[in-house]
């Protein structure tokens, strides 16, 4: 039994997929209903596989020795019946194999309608595509012919910020030089030498003059305020500064 | 207007250029009808090259439509020669793509829970060919990777769509589970 | 016996399957005819092609034979290779048009100095979508290229001419200078 089981064996041996496909060749060559399998002749013969596998120097996957184990146990649970039996031992311990077999057993049998289908569908040919131009095509486009102005609107607005910062840039630059104190204060005396009332900033603006220039005019004035050459006025918060020389009325003011 | 039979002639043409599947959207375009009318058109146009004098057939495939020689006329091709076999399949690659095409997003653990083996290299073997491929990742912990097959699954092994599957009776586990002889 | 019908069946699975050529011995070879009996069939369906209902014909090259679309369906068949582009211009586009627009015919260094920026990418693209052209050159040194609007512009903007553009008061953009924030 034994040498014919060996000989039976070495030429599939290799070509089981796992357990399950072994324990299915068992049952398929027993003739065995997969429903109730008898266990200890199953579990008998599966030993006698890995037994072979064995003698053949065929190394054994750790999942053949998993499946020897969980039928070893179900032999045992079924030839020992236990005295105290609970509810959840009563049933039948084949119940879980039995539910994987006829679960892969599905999808066995379906692989082997993926064969049949495959030959068929091998035997079917196609053809090449014809080298087709890739032609874009756009969707209409949809712009109110407003976007398009107010889109120049502003490129052309930045580019008058960006010249006029370039140009105030090298203002600056060329300035740096010229704007000290002594030479603002030296201006506004000057102008405030011609009895007036004036506004700050008819002088000093940013528009005209450099930031440099605008904040050490201001300096300057302090500094005037301070020497008692000049009194100033200003009535509101950010409000113009209005700038008195001594003993000047209000109506002389430069425009 | 066309007639039916004048855009059944366009198709053929645009059908033979593109030489891959060209899908609905583009042919309902193409012909200048809706969806709807494009399917019916193609189901029809599908059944009667199927049954005339015709070395080619429409098939359809993921939604799209391509004309492919009728497989009885395979020995026949074989004589150009050039036909290149394809490196089979192993059991164990068959049985993998079996489980992923009925339980897709699947991951590896299902798969091999249901074959109680590794399988992991059958499932190398499945991506290399373009059967299958990486679908995201499950919720599970440690979100392991899901696996589904792809249009070249449809087209090697002839299904239209993956609803085309034959139906497997699930509740035969069902029946299982009451027939058992409980001693 | 095969019929004449069946033969052609044949030989259309095989002209389909090689997409090129095949020649009139192959064929002869793989229905088993002599080379007249294979050229008096190829050239009766030829002629059936021609005159049926078919989208695609069968040629005669170089003394072999060819399955290939019928000329007439050209056009649907370029629709299979038509990607439709998803309409709108880039901000950079739309700066290089509107500088176009308002200043036509202009050299790119124009554009370029006004924008700040370089703008060769806009400007291909305009002309890809055939907004703006090259209108010959300027007489500054190096003769640079000069663009302006194109029909398509107009159309699209739903202008009958250049004059239609939405007139810029100057002062629009002096008052920008003006206004500018005092930092």
Not at chain 1, 28 to 43: G, S
Not at chain 2, 118 to 131: F, Q
């Amino acid at each position: 039994m034994k040498s014919a089981l060996t000989n039976a064996c070495t030429i599939k041996l290799n070509n089981f997929e796992g357990p399950f496909d072994l324990l299915f060749y068992l049952i398929e060559k027993n003739k065995i209903d997969i429903y109730d399998i008898p266990i200890l002749e199953i579990t008998e013969q599966y030993m006698e596989y890995l037994d072979a596998m064995q003698q053949l120097d065929l190394e054994i996957a750790s999942e053949f020795l998993v499946m020897a184990a969980t039928l070893l146990h179900i032999k045992s649970r079924l030839l020992l019946p236990s005295k105290e039996v609970t509810e959840e031992e009563a049933a039948d311990p084949r119940e879980e194999l039995i539910l994987q077999l006829v679960e892969y057993k599905k999808y066995k049998e379906f692989s082997q309608y993926l064969k049949e289908r495959e030959a068929k569908w091998e035997r079917v040919h196609y053809k090449l595509p014809e080298p087709l131009p890739q032609i874009a095509f756009y969707e209409e486009l949809e712009v109110s012919p407003e976007v398009l102005r107010d889109c120049f609107v502003k490129v052309m607005k930045n580019y008058k910020d960006r010249t006029n910062d370039v140009s105030r840039k090298m203002d600056r630059i060329l300035n740096r030089e010229k704007v000290s104190l002594r030479a603002k204060v030296k201006e506004l005396l000057e102008v405030l030498s011609r009895g007036i009332k004036i506004c700050f900033s008819k002088i000093y603006n940013t528009a005209v003059k450099s930031r440099l220039e605008v904040a050490t005019g201001f300096l300057a004035l302090l500094e005037i305020v301070k020497l008692g050459r000049a009194k100033v006025e200003q009535h509101e918060t950010f409000g113009e500064i209005y700038v008195f020389p001594d003993g000047t009325d209000d109506e002389k003011v430069i425009q | 207007m066309e007639s039916i039979q004048d855009i059944e002639v366009i198709i053929e043409a645009v059908l033979f250029a593109a030489g891959d599947p060209v899908p609905l959207d583009k042919l309902a375009e193409i012909i200048g009808h809706d969806k709807k009318t494009t399917r019916a058109i193609m189901t029809s146009m599908s059944y009667k090259y199927q049954n005339s004098a015709r070395g080619i057939m429409v098939r359809e495939i993921d939604n799209g439509w391509q004309l492919c020689t009728k497989p009885e006329f395979d020995e026949y091709i074989a004589k150009l020669g050039a036909v290149r076999k394809k490196q089979g399949l192993t059991q164990a690659a068959y049985e993998v793509l079996a489980i992923i095409a009925y339980n897709q997003p699947v991951t590896k653990a299902y798969i091999e829970k249901i074959r109680g083996v590794s399988s992991d290299s059958a499932i190398s073997k499945l991506i290399e060919r373009n059967l299958i491929r990486e679908a995201g990742r499950d919720d599970a912990p440690g979100r392991p990777k899901l696996y589904e097959t792809t249009e070249e699954f449809l087209r090697v092994f002839g299904f239209s769509s993956i609803k085309d599957l034959p139906v497997i009776q699930m509740h035969e586990i069902q029946e299982v589970m009451e027939n058992l002889p409980l001693d």
